[in-house]
């Protein structure tokens, strides 16, 4: 669920100097998600941020959702017949004890369905979405600019909204509605200012930015069915 519920990093400028370094905003007291299997660190923008690795701090503070139960993980995916063989604990139970509702794309459900783009299999989404909802996602933000965003998504043909350390940075909406929840596309779905200094400390143009440590909150908020979000330059 993306204000991108769906993140950010501190950074050092260069643009014939060295630039001042990015914060979260003060008294944040999310965490970017880790687990045994996940180290890969904090996101980059430019480059994908996965929905289901919002941030660690639980309800009212890396996410809002409208009730507390994990409706994929902690709920559909104690069925049986949603325990695919292709998966596994982990994987039917991701994050369950948390209020964001996920899920993962399975042969059954999803690859039975005709999509449009290639849906490829134990892929996470988030699902289950309802207008006001929201995630945190801490991010590195590498250069300032403005960037396309593309989504593998399904369902409705909704809208969401992306924030960077609590200012407006997009509001996006889905081109087009897919058949059904496991139907599924990839489009481009708006862009997002990173020029005007919307990433405390980062300069509003020139220089490229070396990721330190984590620097920009991404906050999503969006009722969709959605995997990833790809930032990308035009």
Same mark, same amino acid.
């Given at each position: ?9 501190? !950074? ?49 503070? !890396? ?5 507390? #139960? ?30 964001? &509702? #996920? ?6 459900? &999803? ?14 989404? @988030?699902?289950?979405?309802? &207008? ?36 407006? !940075? !997009? ?54 069915? @959605? ?8």
């Amino acid at each position: 669920m993306m204000n991108l519920r769906d993140a950010a990093v501190a !950074a050092a400028a260069f643009c014939g100097c060295i630039g001042t370094w990015a914060a979260l905003p003060s008294g944040y007291a999310g965490k970017p998600f880790a687990d045994a299997f996940h180290q890969s660190g904090v996101p980059t923008i430019p480059g994908i941020v996965q929905c289901a690795f919002h941030d660690l701090g639980g309800e009212g503070v !890396a996410c809002h959702d409208t009730d507390l #139960l994990n409706n994929g993980s902690g709920k559909l995916n104690l069925d049986p017949r949603h325990q695919r063989a292709h998966a596994g604990e982990y994987i039917w139970h991701f994050r369950k004890d948390e209020g964001v &509702d #996920l899920s993962f794309v399975n042969d059954w459900a &999803d690859l039975n369905d005709t999509n449009l783009v290639s849906a490829h299999i134990n892929q996470f989404y @988030v699902s289950w979405t309802e &207008d006001g909802e929201w995630c945190n996602y801490t991010v590195n933000v590498l250069q300032p600019g403005t960037y396309g965003i593309r989504a593998p998504y399904a369902d409705q043909a909704s809208s969401v909204t992306f924030d960077v350390n609590g200012k407006a !940075a !997009a509001k996006c909406r889905l081109p087009a509605a897919t058949p059904g929840y496991h139907h599924w596309n990839f489009a481009a779905i708006g862009t997002f200012d990173a020029a005007g200094q919307p990433v405390q400390g980062l300069p509003a143009a020139g220089g490229w930015f070396e990721a330190r440590v984590p620097s920009a909150l991404l906050k999503a908020d969006q009722p969709l069915m @959605v995997k990833w979000v790809d930032f990308y330059r035009p």
